[in-house]
């Protein structure tokens, strides 16, 4: 049975993922500040850890033992400016410590690919935007990624549209910002493709961009 790592499990899209990996079959080890906005908060797989991502004892506590780590944890109000790279730093450390190489994490598409997007004139325009309403978030990602780079390990970073509320179809393209791809997906698809990325090497130190 194969044991994964979740941080950012009382997110919108992390509670998604928490449902399909235990569906699944899979032993889950969960980080989160505050157990009672997990959900579920009880089952026989999973195993609940309280603390916080950028804490060295409590994310090795979690890191200890798994096959694979799933960070979907991000800036959310309040959160400290550097919050996903100082996380990003302490969950690499430990993996590192305990000898685990697979992560995902989780990043919007305002992170840029220069390697393979394409931005057209309307993803340069959302792009501004963004820099504009959340540069700090921008930032904080684009350093998460350098963390990432630096690290060695087997990472890849899930890049996103915005995100819709709306029942998945069971069925997303996988591209690039510009390139096969469109300006949104809901949460339901988006946790999907997260879920096959624990196994799946065609996007190890990539940054795939799912879309509807």
Same mark, same amino acid.
Request: positive net charge; charged residues 20%.
């Given at each position: 049975m194969t044991t994964i790592v979740l941080f950012?499990?009382?997110?919108?899209?992390?509670?998604?993922?928490?449902t399909r990996l235990?569906?699944?079959?899979?032993?889950? &080890?969960?980080?989160? %500040?505050?157990? !009672?906005?997990?959900?579920?908060?009880?089952?026989?797989a999973l195993t609940v850890i309280t603390g916080d991502v950028?804490?060295?004892?409590?994310v090795r506590e979690t890191v200890e033992g798994a096959d694979a780590v799933l960070s979907l944890f991000g800036q959310?109000?309040?959160?400290?400016?550097?919050?996903?790279t100082e996380g990003t730093r302490a969950i690499v450390a430990a993996m590192h410590e305990v000898g685990v190489r697979r992560l995902?994490?989780?990043?919007g598409g305002g992170l840029p690919d220069p390697v393979h997007d394409r931005p057209k004139l309307a993803d340069r325009?959302? &792009?501004?935007?963004? %820099?504009?309403? !959340?540069?700090?978030?921008?930032?904080?990602?684009?350093?998460?990624?350098?963390?990432?780079?630096?690290?060695?390990?087997?990472?890849?970073?899930?890049?996103?549209?915005?995100l819709t509320e709306a029942p998945g179809v069971g069925r997303y393209r996988v591209g690039w910002v510009g390139v096969d791809a469109s300006t949104q997906i809901s949460r339901d698809d988006l946790a999907d493709f997260i879920v096959t990325q624990i196994d799946d090497e065609r996007f190890v130190r990539q940054l795939p961009f799912v879309s509807a």
């Open positions: 950012g499990g009382t997110g919108k899209t992390g509670s998604r993922v928490l235990l569906d699944q079959g899979h032993e889950v &080890r969960a980080l989160v %500040r505050d157990p !009672a906005r997990l959900r579920p908060q009880q089952h026989p950028t804490a060295t004892a409590p959310v109000k309040g959160s400290p400016p550097r919050v996903q995902v994490s989780l990043s325009v959302i &792009r501004g935007i963004m %820099r504009a309403a !959340a540069g700090q978030v921008l930032d904080d990602a684009a350093e998460h990624l350098t963390v990432l780079e630096q690290s060695g390990l087997d990472w890849t970073v899930v890049r996103a549209p915005r």
